[in-house]
């Protein structure tokens, strides 16, 4: 399994960015997506997540309404579309795949799941 990140870049703050993670290696559409990020000097942080079986997706507080989260599973593609940049948005946007199901609070947890993308770099000026 290869998840392959994309889209990151430096952007001004207020602009929109859309983060693509694409996945090779397996056919399942029953698979709980993340996206996690990791400014430097701080701890990893879930920001969306989308459980298998579930009716919808879960946002972190911090991103709530700013960071949709999408899948295309025909693709074996997930999305992260960030909206309203700001500074403290810069980090390393990571996606993350998982082949069983989630624990609804275990959603934005890095532990829940086993397969990780590289990373792409986002940088946010102001």
């Known amino acids: 399994v290869q998840l392959q990140a994309s889209g990151g870049g430096l952007v001004q703050a207020g602009g929109p960015l859309k983060l693509s993670c694409a996945a090779s290696?397996?056919?399942?559409?029953?698979?709980?997506v993340a996206w996690f990020r990791q400014a430097p000097g701080k701890e990893r942080e879930g920001v969306s997540c989308?459980?298998?079986?579930?009716?919808?997706?879960t946002y972190a507080d911090s991103v709530k309404g700013r960071f949709p989260i999408s899948r295309d599973n025909a693709k074996n593609t997930m999305y992260l579309q960030i909206n309203s940049l700001m500074p403290e948005d810069t980090a390393v946007y990571y996606c993350?795949?998982?082949?069983?199901?989630?624990?609804?609070?275990?959603?934005?947890?890095?532990?829940?799941?086993?397969?990780w993308g590289q990373g792409t770099l986002v940088t946010v000026s102001s």
């Open positions: 989308i459980r298998s079986y579930s009716n919808g997706p």
């Open positions: 290696g397996f056919a399942s559409d029953y698979h709980s």
């Open positions: 993350a795949v998982h082949f069983n199901r989630v624990l609804s609070y275990m959603c934005l947890d890095p532990s829940s799941y086993t397969y």
